[in-house]
């Protein structure tokens, strides 16, 4: 028997898309189809991989990074281009002679795995690991683009990598590595809220025994419990990554060959409504993707992932598939300017009913409102006179000098912008909120004076925009400040309903805040704590679920990861069918609706999270049960 002695095949993009319009009778066999509909088809085809990534069963795009640690940090940022130092794969070695600071070079026991163009973090005395990039190696001598802040003496370890880790979709597990001995010790991972409620998230207590993955749009956040002492650790990690968009004809797609059936088989499911498949062949089809895609998942399965890829299809092409699967359009029509504005206001409109359901995990968020004395309610939006903002972009600072009643301009050292909000706390208690004019150096011109003295070392925080209104504030913490040289800790706070709140009979006791309620309201948030704070030593951390961003144009960028791009297409169908299709065929509406509901709920149960198991009195403030 004579054989082929290859098996390397992997059929281009172009023959899985031929194919699946020759399995709907679209083309025949030697057909090519027109330029328009191939177009349509890779679009459906990128979103069906997209939208496989949830179903965790892509083990081939399972990967290994590596956080590399800085003492005191515990939020670190994974893909994005941040500042944070992330590897796919590194090198190690050591110092081999004493690197005095001030110089731009090393001599390191091995330069294997160090290029030019790579980053390098060098071990210095003091406990902080020094990032820069090669210029330069010869023999065991490393250039530097910039000098040592520090001495690194012999034995430090020295880690180079050239290629930085993408965002992963999820983390599935990390360990804890000692860089010396390479020792690893298995991290516990947190849910959201098991991660929010710690107290004290900055106190160096060692190695971290624990970590929280957060994994937003832009990059994914990785927080370690506790924060680390030195940098002699790093957190390996194992993550499941994105898959790759299909483009070109002769592009493959990121599947191995034993996937290419089954997804020539979905990808002929996907496509079938839009050329008014019959509905015997098209549930036959539908039964054999389903049993394909299932056998290939039981032999490649693995825990299952979580992705927040930015949404990479334009909002038209979306669109246009949409009109296509409800037959407003036909197979390589052009959707009129019309059909399209009024599916772009029925889109909008599915988008923001679905901010009910909660799905949105990439869209929850920590703020920071600071408490003033005596004020128990506060207002969250737009236009609110309160502060309320994003935790992650409050800059916390203090005077660099004392400043007295009626001047308007003060000394702060700190990353601050024209244009910011500014708070400073008074000597009489309170803070004092205004807006920032100018910025020179350490001087802050501001836009009203202050109303009282202000001592040289009291807090001063700015935050570039106002927090908007969020939907709901599933949890908070009160954030105790810390004193000079100490840590700042978290307590959770308890929330309360509409009538639990209602029912305090002194809303103004004053006292340690210890409770909440959010009152969701349509021009801005009302939050109200209990009881009154007596100072403005502390502030409440709220997670709350921002709204989703509408689409403003057709060319946005839609506030959802690549994942959600199916279900978004076949419900925008289904929301659009009795414009179009009123008397139309009940059966093809049903199996239209039967995909659609399918696919959201395959989209929901994905974005959901981990959640923790709280016990807690069944006894509101005044005494209501529930």
Known sequence: MTMAGSAVWNPGTADIINGALRLIGAIASGEV??????????????????????????????????????????????????ADQVAQAYAATVVSALAVAGVAQVTVAAAAGIAVGSRIGILLDAGGMFWSSVLSVAGGTVYLAS?????????????????????PLKIVGARAVDLATGVETPLVPMSRLDYANLSGKVSPGGAPTQYFYDPQLGSGIFSVYPAPLDARAAVAFTCQLPLQDVGGAADQADVPQEWISALRFALA????????????????????????????????????????????????????????LCGAVGPQEVPRLGLVENAFASLNAMVQAWQASGIHVWA?????????????????????????????????????????????????????AAGWQVGIWLDGGGVFWTGVAAVAGTGLTLASALPSAASAGARVVAYPAAMVRPLRVPAARRRQFAGTGGQAIEIPLVPMSRLDYANVPNKTVPGMVTQFFYDPQLGAGVLHVWPAPVDSGSAVVLTAQRPLVPFADLGAVPDFPDEWLAAMRWNLAVELWPEYN?????????????????????????????????????????????
């Open 33 to 82: 189809p027109p330029a328009n509909e191939y177009q349509d088809a890779l679009s459906a085809l990128n979103g069906l991989i997209k939208a496989w990534q949830v179903s965790g069963v892509h083990v081939w795009a399972l990967g290994e990074g590596t956080v590399f640690l800085q003492p005191g940090q515990a939020r670190y940022g994974i893909g994005g281009g941040g």
């Open 147 to 167: 000098g040592l802040p520090g001495p690194a003496s012999a034995g430090a370890v020295v880690i180079g990598y050239g290629a930085p880790c993408a965002r």
């Open 269 to 324: 499911v996907e496509l079938a409504p839009e050329y008014d498949c019959p509905p015997p062949r098209f549930e036959m089809l539908k039964a054999m993707a389903a049993e394909k895609f299932a056998v290939v998942a039981q032999w490649d399965r693995e825990p299952e992932g979580t992705a927040t890829g930015p949404f990479g299809q334009p909002v038209y092409r979306m669109i246009a598939g949409a009109l296509r």
């Open 364 to 416: 929850e968020e920590d703020c920071t409102l600071f408490l003033q004395p005596g004020q128990v309610r506060y207002l969250i939006g737009a236009g609110s006179a309160d502060a309320v903002a994003v935790s992650s972009q409050c800059v916390e600072t203090v005077l660099a000098a004392a400043g007295v009643a009626a001047q308007a301009s003060v000394a702060a050292v700190g990353s601050i």
């Open 582 to 626: 009123g008397s139309g065929n009940p059966a093809q509406y049903g199996l239209l609706k039967q995909e659609a509901v399918g696919k959201l709920m395959v989209a929901q149960a994905w974005d959901r999270e981990p959640q923790s198991v709280l016990f807690g009195a069944g006894c509101g403030p005044a005494g209501r049960a529930g």
